[in-house]
């Protein structure tokens, strides 16, 4: 069975490969990186980039993609309104995510790129249903500057450090909204959960391409 992923990052593309190995072997990935459509959506909106989108994964489905993974939260809505079209599954990388942190009472939304933020709430909304968790935002700007530069080390500490800033009082849960910041789960100090989105998004999607 074959799942496509589509990044706007080649970075997202070794992270993805091993966590296939790790747990899904026989699992075939076609990486789709257009790095351009995170560009666009950052200036002038996902919805601008929606017809993009829509070609590249049909594209993936004609040549055999038995379900669609997004990996950018940016785009992660707009690719999930393709699935109807497609005919095949489409899914966002981040909703496995915010389904286990609207379980909790507060939410720290920690994210490096403003244009991720809105779409990370709307899908918090629509998992909380009918409760209510007190949400909160951090962006942490100057850390994707870092990673545009090419210095991960430097992306993840700083993501990790802003983490270890957040009050841990309650049931509160950390929220890493893109997938580029999973690694800096491993860096934190925080005794506070903190969860990202790569391997639940992947064992979703693989479920989905094997049905």
């Known amino acids: 069975m074959t799942l496509a992923l589509l990044h706007t990052s080649d970075g997202h593309v070794p992270v993805f490969d091993g966590l296939?190995?790790?747990?899904?072997?026989?699992?075939?990935?076609?990486?789709?990186?257009?790095?351009?459509?995170?560009?666009?959506?950052?200036?002038?909106?996902?919805?601008?980039v929606a017809g993009a989108v829509r070609g590249l994964l049909g594209r993936a489905v004609r040549d055999g993609a038995a379900a669609v993974l997004c990996t950018c939260s940016t785009l992660?809505?707009?690719?999930?309104?393709?699935?109807?079209?497609?005919?095949?599954?489409v899914l966002r990388v981040d909703r496995p995510m915010a389904a286990?942190?609207?379980?909790?009472a507060r939410i720290v939304v920690v994210a490096t790129v403003a244009s991720t933020v809105e779409p990370t709430l709307?899908?918090?909304?629509?998992?909380?249903?009918?409760?209510?968790p007190?949400?909160?935002?951090?962006?942490?700007?100057?850390?994707?500057?870092?990673?545009?530069?090419?210095?991960?080390d430097g992306y993840l500490d700083a993501v990790?450090?802003?983490?270890?800033?957040?009050?841990?009082?309650?049931?509160?849960v950390v929220v890493l909204a893109q997938a580029s910041m999973a690694d800096a789960a491993a860096r934190t100090r925080t005794p506070l959960p903190v969860l990202s989105s790569p391997?639940?998004?992947?064992?979703a999607a693989a479920a989905a391409a094997g049905r």
């Open 100 to 104: 286990e942190a609207a379980r909790h």
């Open 20 to 48: 296939r190995d790790r747990y899904h072997p026989g699992l075939v990935l076609r990486h789709l990186v257009a790095a351009e459509l995170l560009v666009r959506a950052r200036v002038e909106g996902p919805g601008v």
């Open 134 to 152: 007190a949400v909160e935002t951090l962006l942490v700007g100057e850390a994707w500057e870092r990673f545009e530069a090419g210095d991960r």
């Open 160 to 172: 990790a450090a802003a983490v270890d800033r957040i009050d841990p009082g309650g049931d509160t």
């Open 199 to 203: 391997a639940s998004g992947l064992g």
């Open 122 to 132: 709307g899908l918090l909304r629509e998992e909380a249903g009918d409760r209510s």
């Open 76 to 89: 992660g809505a707009v690719a999930e309104r393709a699935s109807a079209s497609l005919g095949v599954p």
